[in-house]
């Protein structure tokens, strides 16, 4: 069993940075791999960004690519989304998520949710 919640949502300027973190409660938090998805209102939840049990491989959408970047710290049970370079269309409530599959998987876990909402 794994409980996530996540932090660090808020209002930004277009160009702005963000940086969303995921605290994990669980004795098992680093056998699961990691996602970040994110949700705009009237549409469905999108796949952000993944990461390995291990943190040695990363996974992004295209539309993110370049622009964000996941990362884990085991020994703290945290998952981070840095956010860099926002544009109105990153506006979202984005969610923790964890899986003991592959990141492409189903996940077994959630957080209950960050809103992001960026200005132009």
């Known amino acids: 069993q794994v409980q996530l919640v996540e932090s660090g949502g808020g209002l930004v300027q277009a160009g702005g940075s963000l940086r969303l973190s995921c605290a994990a409660a669980g004795r098992t938090f680093s056998s699961y791999a990691m996602g970040w998805f994110r949700q705009a209102p009237g549409k469905e939840r999108k796949f952000v960004a993944a990461i390995s049990w291990s943190g040695g491989s990363t996974y992004y959408a295209d539309s993110v690519k370049g622009r964000f970047t996941i990362s884990r710290d085991n020994a703290k049970n945290m998952v981070y989304l840095q956010m860099n370079s926002l544009k109105p269309e990153d506006t979202a409530v984005y969610y923790c998520?964890?899986?003991?599959?592959?990141?492409?998987?189903?996940?077994?876990?959630w957080g209950q949710g960050t809103q992001v909402t960026v200005s132009s």
């Open positions: 998520a964890a899986t003991s599959r592959s990141w492409y998987g189903e996940y077994d876990y």
